[in-house]
């Protein structure tokens, strides 16, 4: 079965540094989802990618699927307290959704 | 209401109870999921329905009884849950389900502990 590994686990920045999350997949990935998660709250899609190669941004929140199709990474500039929670990876797994562990993210002010 | 929501947020209950956890969605979609959330372990998959019709059950413990009455409400019926059932459950919707060009849209999610 597909899995997806994030990296790091967990992650603690000063407030305007920039930082990258990467999620590693078992298998090629067809679909690469991110969503970001408040503590004990629901999933707030971020963005979706596709293609090998593809790139998107969202304010200052940027995310890539590489070439050969089995690893993301989210990048985020100039961080801010606001970016602070849980990030997920997504994939579709044979018609299913099925999700990375998270990424904790910290940002100290 | 807009988007998708989620009743109670949060709840308590015993081994011995029955209760019922509550999903709605405002987004006019077809298909309706449920997650559970443990802590340290990735989101899993519990139900899906894709209108009305359950389309995948993940091999869930029949403690859980999921019930879709109509496109835009998901129930998750409780009874005799153990204590290691306690997470956060979250529902979400999409258009259908037809995997993974199909964004999914969540709740809040129901923080359930078994005492």
């Known amino acids: 079965s597909q899995e997806l590994e994030q990296s790091p686990q967990s992650l603690i920045v000063q407030e305007g540094k920039n930082l990258t999350i990467n999620c590693t997949s078992s298998?090629?990935?067809?679909?690469l989802y991110w969503y970001k998660q408040k503590y004990g709250e629901g999933l707030i899609f971020l963005m979706m990618l596709q293609k090998g190669g593809e790139e998107k941004s969202h304010e200052k929140i940027t995310a890539k699927l590489d070439e050969k199709k089995q690893q993301s990474s989210l990048h985020i500039t100039a961080s801010q307290p606001s970016h602070a929670g849980i990030y997920l990876c997504?994939?579709?797994?044979?018609?299913?959704?099925?999700f990375g562990q998270g990424t904790e993210l910290s940002v100290k002010p | 209401e807009t988007g998708v929501t989620q009743t109670p947020r949060h709840l308590v209950m015993g081994m011995t109870n029955k209760k019922s956890l509550k999903c709605e969605q405002h987004?006019?979609?077809?298909?309706m999921y449920w997650y559970k959330q443990s802590a340290k372990k990735p989101l899993e998959l519990m139900f899906v329905y894709n209108f009305k019709e359950q389309t995948e059950n993940n091999s869930v413990p029949s403690r859980f009884s999921p019930e879709c009455p109509n496109s835009s409400h998901l129930f998750l019926h409780l009874h005799t849950l153990q204590p290691e059932d306690s997470a956060l459950y979250l529902c979400?919707?999409?258009?259908?389900?037809?995997?993974?060009?199909?964004?999914?849209?969540f709740g809040p999610g129901t923080r359930l502990t078994v005492l």
């Open positions: 997504g994939a579709d797994a044979g018609g299913k959704l099925i």
């Open positions: 298998k090629t990935l067809y679909g």
């Open positions: 987004l006019g979609h077809n298909a």
């Open positions: 979400a919707s999409s258009q259908d389900d037809g995997g993974a060009y199909n964004e999914q849209f």
